[in-house]
């Protein structure tokens, strides 16, 4: 839990503090990037460290909930006791799972093959491109918030948060490929 | 009736508080956790044994340093290859006949996956996994005593085979930290019998039929040592021999085959897309047993291992002051296994001897496989201060911090002075610096603008590992080995192999620098041509060594029209050790 609010609170404030830094800056640079990223790991920070584990909340706080039983019930059997030492099977099983299926996704997410980009999902095709441009067009300093880089004559109303958090990557010298992992993964 | 709240025209003192003096203040709940984190800490820190942090702070501090100085080996550009495709088929295609298990490409691909195609990236994992190596030293402390497993753990950090080799992209860390792993889970189980022991096992084993074909020679080395032990035993009885009850079930056990081998099924299948892949489990024996046995050029004598351990002069005079000293006085005082009370460590010497006679049975041997058996000798160094009185001791200590100096300096000396001389029987089939002459202004150029990637490049010789990972990511790179040529062989930037630099030449019409290179030892030099066009900024003041014959130019950012450029074939041969 604790580590699941640092991260989100680190990519929600870097974006809201590169947002605003843009604003004021007229568009983004290396500089402002840096300095909301930087912005955002120090509220991550702070996340991490006020944010409480409710299960060790669970654990501490009820230590005499359990009902004292007779000596045969208080004394599991080893087929007992190794049956709930694997009670959480199933979730490491799905915990597995979904991260092959990440790993899948996300490292073939786009890739350069020889002279050719390459996606893996072809329904992805669509999508990524207008990410990559919303990612490119944040990176390449446009006064925030810019107009539409698709649609000639209108403001972006796209919910481009997490392309915006891209294009800080991208503007501290972050592969572009290599950013696009990382979030996909932490995501 | 509503309270409501006195009404006076007098200023009122603020209420004191009825809390104790020492109360904390309200704050916020990040003040109260960084407080209670900071608190942990002071205690933490003050129940700290500071030894085994400082050791591995220097395992962590040897591996990093200057991790992307050494040239690509030959063996990393085929494993980076290798990741390459992966990344276009989509799975790892284990190939008995060749090549390693597929646990190691995965990681890489992951590695490159997250911090990019390059050489650091590359070395990462296996740095982690030879931290990872020494700590897991540590972990056999309650079989073999504290000062033994900290002597063992400093050697390991600081030898000059570990460390290199630590810093190599290849599969022989992994090999080490996996049996080091079913190692002490077989001691465990048999000195405490708990469920950890049992994974650490079970995961050991796993990871060994994961990374190479010889874990079959640490497995039956390890089954061999048992029935040797119970005659070492029986020839001098040791107290406190008798196993451990075992605590853990067959649920546990079940769980833990479970575990090995739905791993070993996902990689082996090329993660369920390549079956065939599983039957390499059993059809890697027969092409590794030949191989072995044939040496395929890798044939050393017998005594070799004893040579990398030990002063030689053989190879030039670079060993003479030898690379493993505390592994060989370990191996030395395995003689004295008899004289081991403990008979963790009885094994242990029992076990690192027969796996010497094992890999030094096999024709074949690469130097780095020396950290997949030598590892045990380490823990018999440490065994040393058990075998003396007590007035010899500190003869004993010093003796020992002697040869652990030794190996530091022979360590540094290598590893950040020596990492790619030919004169250096470690920096096997190493690529010498000299193939900075050609990535080093391609890659400036490329990074400056992607656009260089599509430079056209002729690499026209044998054996030009590792530059078709170095140079993966140019796209208009071919390989023409075997007397192979393209159609117009002009391009921005050509790698020639000696005996064909005149045949080249006399077909080139563009203007070139050039540069020799070699590329590594037993290989015959090559030319390198930079295209004058492209690369002047790299020569300054300087005009082309080289202008081609012919008058009429042809372009120079043009694929060849007639020949596309073939990517590298797979290569046929690799250290199966």
């Known amino acids: 839990m604790k580590w699941l609010t640092a991260v989100l609170t680190f990519v929600n404030l870097s974006v809201i503090s590169g947002l605003f830094l843009g604003m004021a800056g007229r568009g983004l640079n290396t500089l402002t990037a840096a300095l909301a990223l930087i912005c955002g790991a120090a509220f991550a920070v702070a996340a991490f460290l006020g944010t409480s584990d409710p299960a060790g909340h669970e654990k501490t706080a009820n230590p005499s909930e359990r009902k004292p039983g007779n000596a045969t019930e208080s004394k599991p059997t080893p087929i007992r006791s190794a049956l709930m030492r694997y009670r959480r099977v199933w979730f490491w099983l799905m915990a597995a799972c979904f991260a092959v299926f990440a790993v899948r996704s996300f490292c073939w997410l786009f890739y350069i093959d020889g002279s050719d980009y390459k996606i893996q999902s072809p329904n992805n095709l669509g999508d990524l491109s207008l990410h990559l441009t919303l990612i490119k067009t944040f990176a390449n300093g446009v006064p925030l918030w810019p107009d539409n880089p698709i649609y000639v004559g209108s403001k972006l109303r796209y919910p481009a948060g997490i392309d915006l958090f891209n294009g800080l990557l991208s503007l501290v010298h972050v592969d572009l490929i290599t950013g696009l992992t990382w979030v996909g993964l932490v995501a | ?577």
Not at chain 2, 117 to 142: H, Q, T
Not at chain 2, 180 to 188: A, C, N, V
Not at chain 2, 212 to 227: F, G, M, Q
Not at chain 2, 533 to 540: C, G, L
Request: proline share 7%.
């Open chain 2, 1 to 577: 009736m509503n309270p409501q709240p006195p009404v006076t025209r007098m200023r009122m003192a603020a209420r004191t508080s009825s809390a104790d003096k020492s109360a904390p203040a309200e704050s916020s709940p990040t003040v109260v956790g960084l407080r209670r984190y900071l608190g942990q800490w002071q205690d933490a820190l003050a129940g700290t044994d500071w030894v085994p942090w400082a050791i591995l702070g220097l395992t962590i501090f040897l591996r990093f340093l200057l991790l992307g100085m050494k040239p690509p080996h030959f063996d990393e550009g085929i494993n980076g290859w290798f990741v390459d495709q992966v990344v276009k088929n989509g799975f790892y295609r284990y190939d008995p006949t060749n090549y390693h298990g597929p646990l190691h490409f995965y990681v890489l691909l992951l590695f490159e996956c997250l911090f990019g195609r390059n050489l650091w990236a590359l070395r990462l994992p296996v740095v982690l996994v030879s931290i990872a190596g020494v700590w897991m030293m540590f972990k056999f402390e309650p079989l073999v005593g504290r000062n033994v497993t900290r002597i063992a753990a400093l050697a390991m950090a600081i030898s000059p085979g570990f460390v290199f080799y630590g810093r190599y992209a290849i599969h022989e860390v992994w090999l080490q930290l996996f049996s080091t792993m079913f190692i002490l889970g077989l001691l465990g189980l048999w000195k405490f019998g708990r469920l950890n022991y049992l994974w650490y096992a079970g995961m050991g084993l796993a990871g060994m039929i994961l990374t190479k074909e010889t874990y079959a020679i640490h497995v039956a080395c390890a089954i061999l040592a048992i029935p040797a032990l119970a005659v070492s035993y029986a020839l001098s009885r040791v107290p406190d021999a008798k196993p451990a009850k075992q605590t853990w079930s067959w649920i546990d056990l079940a769980m833990v085959l479970g575990v090995g081998t739905a791993a070993i099924v996902f990689f082996y299948s090329g993660t369920f897309f390549n079956w065939d892949g599983l039957k390499g489990l059993y059809l890697a024996f027969k092409a590794w047993t030949e191989t072995g046995a044939a040496g395929h050029g890798h044939e050393k004598a017998w005594d070799y291992w004893f040579k990398m351990m030990g002063p030689s002069w053989e190879t030039g005079g670079e060993n003479f002051t030898a690379y493993e000293l505390p592994m060989l006085a370990g191996l030395i005082l395995c003689l004295f296994c008899q004289k081991f009370k403990n008979l963790s460590l009885r094994y242990l010497a029992i076990y690192g001897v027969g796996s010497l006679v094992a890999y030094s049975y096999v024709k074949y041997k690469t130097p780095w496989c020396i950290i997949s058996f030598g590892w045990p000798f380490l823990f018999v160094l440490g065994g040393w201060v058990l075998l003396v009185r007590p007035k010899n001791l500190r003869k004993v200590h010093v003796a020992i911090g002697v040869l652990l100096c030794l190996s530091l300096v022979r360590s540094i000396w290598l590893n950040y002075f020596r990492c790619s001389s030919p004169t250096e029987p470690y920096a096997y089939v190493q690529t010498y610096n000299d193939i900075f002459k050609l990535s080093k202004p391609l890659l400036t150029l490329a990074k400056r603008d992607p656009a260089y990637y599509h430079l056209t490049g002729h690499l026209i010789r044998s054996s030009i590992y590792p530059l078709p990972w170095t140079l993966g990511d140019f796209d208009r790179v071919g390989y023409y080995e075997g007397g192979n040529m393209p159609a117009n062989v002009d391009g921005d930037f050509l790698l020639v192999q000696q005996d064909k630099i005149k045949d080249v030449e006399s077909k080139l019409k563009g203007s070139y620098y050039t540069e020799m290179m070699t590329l590594r030892n037993y290989q015959d030099p090559s030319k390198i041509f930079f295209s004058a066009k492209v690369f002047k900024e790299f020569f300054p003041g300087k005009a082309p060594d080289f202008v081609g014959t012919a008058q009429n130019q042809a372009p120079q950012n043009q694929p060849p029209q007639n020949q596309a450029p073939q990517t590298q074939a797979p290569p046929q041969t690799q250290a199966p050790h």
